[in-house]
C-alpha cells in the first residue's frame, strides 16, 4: 500500500521519511482563500481540518488509478496568535509584523489533518483530525530578524516561522507534539491511519540492515 502526502512541504515529507515512510507526493491545487472565505464562522480548528480534506480529497480523485490502493494524507497548519489565525506571510514586510507581535510571546500552531483511504481507485474510507502546540517565541534582535528575513525561510511557511529550520534559533519552547509544529503530527496521524484500518508499522519502509 502506498501512502501519498497531498502536500508539497518538504518538511512534511522529512518528517514521514525520518519516521519510516516514504511518500509519494502529490501537490493539491486547492483554493486556500476562497475555501476560508466561505466558512467565515467556522473555528481555528474547523479551518485547517476542512483545508487538510480538500487538499486530501482533491489529490485522491486525481491519482485514483496510478494509485488504486493508497492512504492519502493532508495537512493544513495556522498559527493562532492574539485570537487571529495567519498562515504564510508571502512578504518580508508581513512576516516582519508578524514577528513584532509575537516575540517574547506564544502563539498555538494547529495543523489540521485528513486520511483517506483509497479501495479500487475511490475513496473507501476517511477520518479527520486536528493538533495544537503551544509555541514559546523568543525576541530576537532588529539584526537577528533582519537576518532571518533575508533568507526567506519565514516568507513561506505558517506562522512565518520554523522549528526545524534556521527558525528554531528563536524559539524558546513548545509544549504539545513538536511534529505538528513541524506540518504534521505523527501521533495523530497514526491514530487516524487506525481509524481507516491501516496499521503504521505495515507502512515502515525497512531501514537496510547493518552487518554486525
Known sequence: MRVVLASASPARRAVLQAAGIDPVVETADVDEDALLAAMPDASPAE???????????????????????????????????????????????????????????TGELVTGHAVLRLA???????????????????????????????????????????????????VEGIEGDPSNVIGISLPLVRRLLANVGVTVTDLWTPPPRVAP
Open 120 to 170: 479500487d481507485g475511490a475513496i473507501d474510507r476517511a477520518t479527520e483530525g486536528h493538533a495544537v502546540t503551544t509555541v514559546r517565541f523568543a525576541e530576537p534582535t532588529d539584526t537577528e530578524l533582519d537576518a532571518y528575513l533575508a533568507t526567506g525561510e519565514p516568507l513561506a511557511v505558517a506562522g512565518a516561522f520554523t522549528l526545524d529550520g534556521l527558525g528554531g534559533w528563536f
Open 47 to 105: 479551518k485547517v481540518t476542512r483545508l487538510a480534506a480538500a487538499k486530501a480529497t482533491t489529490v485522491a480523485r486525481r491519482i485514483g488509478d496510478a494509485h488504486p490502493d493508497a492512504v492519502l494524507i493532508g495537512c493544513d497548519s495556522m498559527l493562532l496568535l492574539g485570537g487571529e489565525l495567519v498562515g504564510k506571510p508571502g512578504d518580508e514586510d508581513t512576516a516582519r509584523r508578524r514577528w513584532k507581535a509575537m516575540a517574547g510571546g
